[in-house]
C-alpha cells in the first residue's frame, strides 16, 4: 500500500504543477513525468507484492458518512495493471506528439490543463480499484467519469470534436446515474456503506430487491464497459481524442467497468443461472455487433473503437459463463470464464493502445485516417506498419500470440457447458462456441482490410505516397506495449496462473477444481506456444532461404498490384467499399451499411461509383432522441437562470429551510 500511495503522490504532484505551471513549457514536462513517475511506482508495488496477497488501511475521513477505506486484492492488481502500463507509454507518446505536430493545434496554453486532467484520470483509476467502501468508490468514479471529458476535447475547436466530448459526457454521467442508484440502495438495505458490510448484508439476505440491484449494476456499468446499445460514446470520443488519450482510454479507463462489475457481483447474493446467460447473452450481441460494424468502417480509429465494442463483448460473454458455471455447480467452466475473460481483458488493453499509438503515428504522417486516403505505408514507415499488423494480428485472435490464449480458455469453457445439466443450457453453450468462432473470422477480416488497406497496395493520395516514418522517440511506447505482448504470448502459462489467483478469490469458487481446470488451460497455452515458436522459426527460414535465393539467382521487383499490368495506379486496388461489398450484401444490417451504386446505363457503362455509408442505428435512432429530449430538458430548465440574485438567495433560503424541516421530522 505504500508504493500505491506514493504512485497516487506522484499523479497529483503531476496534476498540481501542470495546472500551477499552465501557459509556460515546464507544465508540459512536469505532467507526463508525473504521469510516468506514479505509473511505474505502482508497477513497482505490483511486482514486489504476491498477486494472491490482501491488503487494507482506513485513512482519516472528515465526511460524516462512509470511510477513506483502501486496498488492494488479487482483481485490484490485475486491474491496475493496464492502468499503470498504458499511463505510463501513452504518456510518453503524447509528451512527443504534443511537443511535435499537434502543438500547434494545442497551443502551450492548453497543455498545462491537458496533464492536469490526464494525471487526474489516472489517479481517479487507481482510487476506483483501491476502494472498499460506497462512497469513496463513487467518488472516484465521478472524478475518474469527469477527467476523458477535458481530454477528448483538446481541439474543441472543432464541431465534431465538441459533440463526441458531450456525447461521452451524456453518456457516462446516464451510467453512473444507475451506478449512484445501486450503491445507494445497497447501502440504504445494508445499513452500512464499506464492501465487507455490503457482502455481509447479502449473505444475510438483507437484500429486498436483489434482482434490482443486479440490474442497477450491470446497466450502469455496461455504459462505461461500452457494450451495444450503450456503446455509442467509443465511436464518437475515440477519433476525435488525442492518440494518446484514446490509448489510455481504450486500454486503461474502458476495464474500469468490467471491475465495477465485477465488484458489484462480488458483493451481490451468489448469481443465479439467468444473471450469467444475461450479461453472456448481451456480451455476445456486442461481440458480434461490433465487429460487423467495424468491417464497414471506412475510418481508421473509428474501425478500432468498434473493436473495442467486440473485445469487450467477448470479455463480458466469458464473465458471464463463468457466473453460469458457479450458479450451476460447474466449477471448470466457471474458473475458465472468468479466467478467460480477465486474460482477454488484458491482452485487449495491450494490443488496443498499441494500435491506437501506431493510428496516431499515421494521422501525423499523413493527416487522414481514412483507409481511403492511405496505402502502402509499411514502406514508407516500416516500424509502424509491423507494429500495426503485429497488433492486429493478436487482436484477431491468431495463435500463438495471447489475444488466442483468452479466446481459447473462454472456448474451454463452453465446451464445458456442453456438460450442464439440461438441454437448453447445452445448446447455448454450443452457440456460444460457434458465434465466438464467427467473431474471431470477422474480426480477421476486419484487420486484414485495415492493415492491407493502409499498410500494403499502393499510395491512394499524395499525402499517403509522401509519408515519413516518425522519429525514434516516438516509437519508444509502441515498443514498450509491444515487448510486453510478446512477453505475456511467451508467459502465457505462467500470465494464466497470475489471472487464477483472482478467479480463485471470486466468492463461492470451488478452489481445488477450478485450479485444475486453470493448470489445463494453461497445459494448452504452453502446447499453443510450442506449436506457434515452431511455425515462426519455420516462417523465419524460408523467408531467409527466400532472400538467400533471390540474391543468388538475381531478384526481379514489380509494382505492387500490378497483375501483369504495366501502369498500374492505385484504383486497381481493393478500397474500403469494394473489400466489404461482398460481406455486405448479406449483412448490410447488422453492419449499419447502406449502399448506393451509381453507373452509367448501358452494357459497357464509362463510370460506375459505389458508395456505403455505414450508420450506428443504436445512435440514430435510441440515443440521438435520448440526448435531444435532455438538451430540451435542461433548456427548459434555464428559466430558473434569469440573472436576478434576490432570486438566487431565496433559493438557497428555502433549500436550507427544506433540509432543516427534513432532519427535524
Not at 476502494?131 to 477527467?147: C, K, N, P, T, Y
Not at 499490368?565 to 484504383?571: L, R
Not at 448479406?586 to 460506375?608: E, Q, W
Request: positive net charge; proline residues 6%.
Amino acid at each position: 500500500m505504500e508504493l500505491f500511495g506514493l504512485s497516487l503522490a506522484f499523479f497529483l504532484l503531476g496534476a498540481l504543477a501542470s495546472l500551477a505551471l499552465a501557459g509556460r513549457e515546464a507544465a508540459h514536462r512536469l505532467g507526463p513525468a508525473g504521469a510516468v513517475a506514479g505509473s511505474l511506482v505502482g508497477l513497482a508495488g505490483l511486482a514486489l507484492t504476491p498477486a494472491s496477497a490482501v491488503t487494507q488501511a482506513t485513512l482519516p475521513w472528515g465526511l460524516p458518512f462512509g470511510s477513506l477505506a483502501l486496498g488492494l486484492d488479487p482483481a485490484s492488481r490485475l486491474f491496475l495493471i493496464p492502468v499503470y502500463a498504458v499511463g505510463a507509454a501513452a504518456a510518453v507518446a503524447g509528451s512527443l506528439a504534443l511537443a511535435g505536430s499537434e502543438a500547434a493545434q494545442a497551443g502551450p496554453d492548453r497543455r498545462g490543463p491537458h496533464w492536469f486532467f490526464y494525471n487526474v484520470l489516472l489517479a481517479g483509476l487507481a482510487l476506483v480499484m483501491a476502494a472498499r467502501d460506497g462512497v469513496v468508490f463513487l467518488i472516484a468514479w465521478e472524478v475518474m467519469s469527469l477527467a476523458p471529458f477535458f481530454l477528448g476535447s483538446l481541439h474543441d475547436d472543432e464541431v465534431e470534436v465538441r459533440e463526441a466530448a458531450w456525447t461521452y459526457l451524456v453518456c457516462a454521467h446516464l451510467g453512473a446515474a444507475l451506478v449512484i442508484a445501486f450503491f445507494a440502495l445497497a447501502m440504504g438495505q445494508a445499513g452500512a456503506t464499506g464492501f465487507d458490510a455490503l457482502a455481509e448484508a447479502a449473505r444475510a439476505g438483507r437484500f429486498t430487491l436483489p434482482s434490482l440491484l443486479f440490474f442497477l449494476a450491470f446497466f450502469g456499468f455496461a455504459a462505461k464497459i461500452g457494450l451495444v446499445p450503450f456503446h455509442v460514446w467509443l465511436p464518437a470520443i475515440y477519433p476525435a481524442a488525442p492518440g494518446h488519450v484514446a490509448a489510455l482510454m481504450s486500454g486503461g479507463m474502458i476495464n474500469v467497468g468490467l471491475y465495477g462489475l465485477w465488484r458489484a457481483l462480488e458483493i451481490l447474493p451468489p448469481p443465479a443461472p439467468w444473471q450469467g446467460w444475461t450479461i453472456a447473452g448481451l456480451g455476445l450481441a456486442s461481440a458480434l455487433l461490433g465487429i460487423l460494424a467495424a468491417l464497414g468502417q471506412g475510418n481508421l480509429k473509428r474501425l478500432l473503437a468498434y473493436s473495442s465494442v467486440e473485445n469487450m463483448g467477448l470479455i463480458c460473454l466469458g464473465l458471464g459463463l463463468g457466473l453460469v458455471g458457479l450458479s450451476c455447480g460447474n466449477p471448470a467452466m466457471a474458473a475458465l470464464g472468468l479466467g478467460g475473460a480477465l486474460f482477454h481483458m488484458l491482452c485487449h488493453a495491450g494490443f488496443k493502445s498499441l494500435l491506437f499509438l501506431c493510428a496516431s503515428e499515421v494521422l501525423a504522417s499523413v493527416g487522414s485516417a481514412r483507409i481511403a486516403h492511405l496505402g502502402g505505408l509499411a514502406k514508407r514507415m516500416p516500424a509502424v506498419g509491423t507494429l500495426f499488423l503485429l497488433a492486429g494480428a493478436g487482436i484477431a485472435g491468431l495463435p500463438p500470440l495471447p489475444g488466442f490464449i483468452g479466446e481459447l480458455t473462454m472456448a474451454l469453457a463452453m465446451l464445458a457447458g456442453l456438460d450442464l445439466p439440461g438441454l437448453l443450457p447445452r445448446t447455448a453453450s454450443a452457440a456460444s462456441l460457434a458465434a465466438l468462432a464467427a467473431v474471431g473470422g470477422f474480426a480477421l477480416a476486419a484487420f486484414a482490410k485495415a492493415g492491407g488497406l493502409a499498410f500494403l497496395g499502393a499510395p491512394r493520395t499524395p499525402a499517403a505516397a509522401k509519408a515519413e516514418a516518425p522519429p525514434r522517440a516516438a516509437l519508444l511506447a509502441p515498443l514498450f506495449l509491444a515487448a510486453g505482448l510478446v512477453a505475456a504470448a511467451a508467459l502465457a502459462p505462467a500470465l494464466l496462473r497470475f489471472v487464477g489467483q483472482a478467479v480463485l478469490a471470486f466468492p463461492g469458487m470451488d478452489p481445488a477444481p477450478a485450479r485444475a481446470a486453470l493448470e489445463q488451460a494453461a497445459a494448452a497455452a504452453r502446447t499453443v506456444g510450442f506449436f506457434g515458436a515452431g511455425i515462426i522459426a519455420l516462417a523465419g527460414g524460408l523467408l531467409w532461404l527466400r532472400a538467400w535465393a533471390g540474391a543468388a539467382h538475381g531478384r526481379r521487383r514489380e509494382p505492387t498490384w500490378g497483375c501483369g499490368y504495366t501502369a498500374p495506379t492505385a484504383h486497381m486496388q481493393y478500397g474500403a467499399a469494394s473489400f466489404v461489398e461482398p460481406t455486405a450484401k448479406l449483412l448490410a444490417g447488422p453492419m449499419g451499411l447502406t449502399r448506393r451504386l451509381d453507373m452509367d446505363p448501358g452494357l459497357f457503362p464509362k463510370r460506375a461509383t459505389l458508395f456505403v455509408v455505414s450508420r450506428d442505428a443504436a445512435r440514430d435512432k435510441l440515443f440521438t432522441p435520448l440526448f435531444e429530449a435532455v438538451a430540451r430538458l435542461c433548456d427548459a430548465a434555464k428559466v430558473v437562470q434569469h440573472g436576478k440574485v434576490h432570486l438566487y438567495i431565496l433559493y438557497v433560503l428555502a433549500t436550507v429551510v427544506l433540509l432543516l424541516a427534513w432532519k427535524l421530522s
